[in-house]
């Protein structure tokens, strides 16, 4: 089954700190730009990272969470991570990545999406 599987989503004081994956199952990550999305309740989807292909040389961020957020792949895992340190109520939402169809970080149109994990910032 070709899919993509997002872990380590949880709930976590502000100030701390999670590690999200997406791995992929029957298709090579190596191949796309993987992008990480968060939709909070109430409120549009927001694109937050963006890693290209390959060696991911070129990685992109939200302005909301430049400094705080690091995309990074491993392919050998077929595995794009994001790191998310200093968190604030605010970053709370279900996180979801999804493969880029096509060769930029300003694509629209996506091959694979994943089911999205959860994360809650709070005291």
């Known amino acids: 089954q070709l899919q993509l599987v997002e872990s380590g989503g949880g709930l976590v004081q502000p100030g701390g700190s999670l590690r999200l994956s997406c791995a992929a199952s029957?298709?090579?990550?190596?191949?796309?730009?993987i992008r990480w999305f968060r939709q909070a309740p109430g409120k549009e989807r927001e694109g937050v990272s963006c890693?290209?292909?390959?060696?991911?040389?070129?990685?992109q961020y939200a302005d909301s969470v430049k400094g705080r957020f690091t995309i990074s792949r491993d392919n050998a895992k077929n595995t794009v991570y994001l790191q998310m340190n200093s968190l604030k109520p605010e970053d709370t939402a279900i996180y979801t990545c999804?493969?880029?169809?096509?060769?930029?970080?300003?694509?629209?149109?996506?091959?694979?999406w994943g089911q999205g994990t959860q994360v809650t910032v709070s005291s």
């Open positions: 999804a493969a880029v169809r096509g060769l930029s970080c300003a694509s629209w149109t996506f091959d694979y």
């Open positions: 029957g298709f090579t990550l190596d191949y796309y730009y």
């Open positions: 890693i290209s292909r390959g060696r991911g040389t070129i990685t």
